[in-house]
């Protein structure tokens, strides 16, 4: 086995602060490390140019303080950055230049002191679990480039994972911050709705997006969270709930803590490897003194359904904003005011986020109302309500992040339901707005390809997500192992 030097952000921020010098360098080998990976992995839609680096740079000169000081990281290309192309991954704002303002993360990110080194590559809109649906490229697997990175955040969890960035941000809607740190043996986090300010970042499915963290450790992640969580006057629907110090509570005696896993999350549709790993994380958990019980959710099967009912909706109506006329690309083409319209967007979408729409549409159509959208909401109470009964007897559900490790080029196009049916272990959590997390759970014997474990915690408890993390990335170390090392 072999191991990874990875530098824990305070150890980066330790090197920074002893000269000037150091941070420069330290900024641009990392900047020419993307510039060098970029060809392999297609990481980064736009990296930030020398003159926008320096600028980051001398900005920090005033403010040594920070937690992230000097922290070279990436930022999914569906949040603001002010003054950094953002293009969502999509021909329709493929020359939007010129954001006007930082989303309240990116603000808080830059406060901290950290430096943005570009913008992540994603699915298009944060539309898919692959990567391949970017109008720039898919972006590869950081363990094996034959894989998919997965999706939506494949760019900001192959940069991490890569060594690229300590830190990037992605939106989890569905899962696409778990799914693809899952791919990439990296820790991606999703806080609890309303734990993270959406300000600035583009909607997608407003009652599910949300914020998420990728990075390499434990440690780093909690780090993060503490820097970017908290109210904000801009997100009607950002919390006022106090923000702990995550990073100083990661170390907890897990003995009586008690841990769910649902069945179904071990049963049909789940390969061989990863319950395998399942039941390797459920044994480590009991050695380190947690009771584990498996039970039944059988209101399970409804996730998906529901969720490509919700998602396709809400992103029909945030996306009519992309009409040829407020934003982004406009057909050469057209000749009149319907024209601009039709042709714009079916010019400037590409093939799933297109598809989607209609869907959306269709569910929230008048006729379709009531069949559809209607039921998706009261399905959504249902599982809440189950959730909510597990979490009077139970700490923490565990379980897969992903059913199967990551899969090649294609695979997902063959079968677009398959593909969909592959959230299942994900979704729940966006559906009812839990924090949940990845970590890095071991590597399948037959292609020696990492595996997610999943936690999912209760409302606002990201404390308790962390901790049962922690513990078992201390007891594992599978974190460390370097890109294609393994087993
Ligand atoms: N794979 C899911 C989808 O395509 C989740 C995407 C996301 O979380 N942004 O909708």
Not at 109 to 121: F, H, R, V, Y
Not at 438 to 457: A, E, M, R, Y
Request: net charge neutral.
């Amino acid at each position: 086995m072999s191991t990874v030097n990875k530098d824990a952000i305070v150890d980066v921020v330790a090197s920074n602060l002893v000269s000037s010098a150091n941070l420069i360098a330290n900024i641009e080998q990392k900047s020419e490390q993307i510039k060098n990976e970029n060809k392999e992995y297609n990481a980064f839609i736009t990296q930030a140019t020398k003159e926008q680096l320096i600028a980051e740079v001398e900005a920090l000169s005033t403010n040594k303080n920070g937690v992230l000081f000097g922290v070279p990281i990436a930022i999914k290309d569906n949040i603001a950055v002010k003054e950094m192309r953002m293009t969502c991954a999509s021909k329709m704002l493929e020359n939007f230049d010129h954001p006007l303002y930082d989303a309240t993360v990116v603000k808080k990110l830059k406060a901290a002191g950290a430096i943005i080194m570009g913008k992540a590559n994603m699915d298009e809109f944060a539309m898919g679990a692959s990567n391949e649906t970017s109008y720039f490229g898919p972006v590869k697997n950081a363990w094996n480039t034959d894989y998919v990175s997965g999706g939506s955040s494949g760019g900001s969890a192959v940069a991490v994972a890569t060594g690229s960035v300590y830190m990037a941000l992605g939106t989890d809607t569905g899962g696409s911050v778990r799914q693809p740190a899952a791919f990439n043996n990296i820790v991606g986090m999703k806080p609890t709705y309303g734990r993270v300010s959406r300000f600035g970042v583009t909607a997608f499915a407003s009652s599910l997006d949300q914020v998420g963290i990728c990075t390499r450790t434990v440690a780093d992640n909690a780090k993060t969270l503490e820097v970017i969580a908290g109210f904000d006057d801009y997100d009607a629907t950002s919390s006022h709930i106090s923000v702990p110090k995550y990073s100083a509570l990661l170390e907890v005696n897990l003995s009586g803590k008690k841990i769910a896993v649902f069945k179904e999350f071990l049963s049909e549709g789940v390969s061989e490897e990863v319950r395998r790993v399942v039941d390797e994380a459920i044994a480590i958990y009991i050695a380190l003194g947690a009771t584990v019980e498996i039970i039944s959710m059988p209101h399970l099967k409804y996730v998906v359904p529901a969720y490509y009912i919700v998602a396709p909706s809400e992103a029909s109506s945030n996306l009519a904003r992309f009409d040829g006329i407020h934003y982004g690309y406009r057909s050469p083409n057209a000749k009149t005011l319907e024209e601009i319209y039709t042709m714009s967007r079916a010019e400037g979408f590409g093939t799933e986020v297109r598809k989607r729409l209609l869907m959306g549409t269709y569910f929230l159509n008048h006729s379709a109302y009531d069949a559809y959208y209607i039921q998706a909401a009261k399905l959504r109470r249902l599982i809440d309500a189950d959730f909510q009964k597990v979490f009077e007897s139970f700490d923490i559900i565990l379980g897969p992040t992903t059913p199967t490790p990551a899969f090649k080029f294609g695979e997902s196009q063959k079968n677009p339901v398959d593909a969909y049916l592959h959230d299942i272990c994900t979704i729940p959590a966006n559906l009812i707005g839990l924090p949940a997390i990845s970590v890095p759970g071991g590597f399948t014997k037959k292609d020696n390809l990492p595996v997610g474990i999943q936690l999912i915690g209760k409302p606002y408890d990201e404390v308790g997500v962390y901790q049962f993390a922690y513990a078992f990335e201390q007891k594992t170390h599978y974190h460390a192992y370097a890109k294609k090392g393994g087993q």
